[in-house]
């Protein structure tokens, strides 16, 4: 199953870019041996609407119109569901063996996402409570894939209770 990050923004030169492309290197060799991978990035631009639903609302048409077709999408949203590593690897492993040829991870702009992309999303996902800048937020979406392919290769990375 191919792996995509889709953003709303660009991630510019520095640690957390380094960090972004490390993991993602480690996706693109080690996600082979699980069927996963390679792993995508789109970025886009935030819209310039003045009002923040409208901002919204264009960036998840931009987004859904960017994925693949038929592309199983997990929204980063605060307001979603918390998970463990294991839970996450464990769902990325039941989207993968049903067929699904395409999972993003979709990550919105400042005013969060649009109503047509959460709506279409399979779930919401939270990276807990707290807000977190983008540029962290595509470093942490790319090492819990990572670690998710280490958990479903029995790959020592990941040492769980």
């Not at 199953?1 to 889709?6: D, E, V």
């Not at 979603?80 to 989207?95: C, Q, V, W, Y």
Request: proline fraction near 5%; glycine fraction near 10%.
């Amino acid at each position: 199953m191919r792996l995509h990050i889709a953003c709303i923004g660009r991630m510019k030169a520095g640690p957390e870019r380094e960090l972004f492309d490390r993991y993602g290197s480690r996706i693109d060799k080690a996600g082979r041996g699980v069927s996963l991978g390679p792993l995508t990035v789109t970025e886009l631009p935030e819209s310039r609407s003045p009002r923040a639903q409208d901002r919204k609302a264009e960036e998840a048409r931009a987004l859904l119109a960017a994925l693949p077709a038929g592309a199983a999408i997990l929204c980063l949203d605060e307001t979603g569901r918390d998970m463990t590593s294991e839970a996450f690897a464990a769902e990325l492993e039941k989207i993968r063996d049903a067929g699904t040829a395409d999972l993003a991870l979709a990550i919105g702009g400042p005013d969060g996402h649009g109503e047509a992309l959460l709506e279409a999303a399979r779930a919401k996902l939270a990276f807990g409570r707290m807000t977190w800048p983008h540029q962290i937020v595509r470093a942490l979406a790319a090492e819990q894939l990572y670690r998710a392919v280490t958990i479903l290769s029995g790959h020592p990375y990941h040492r769980g209770t």
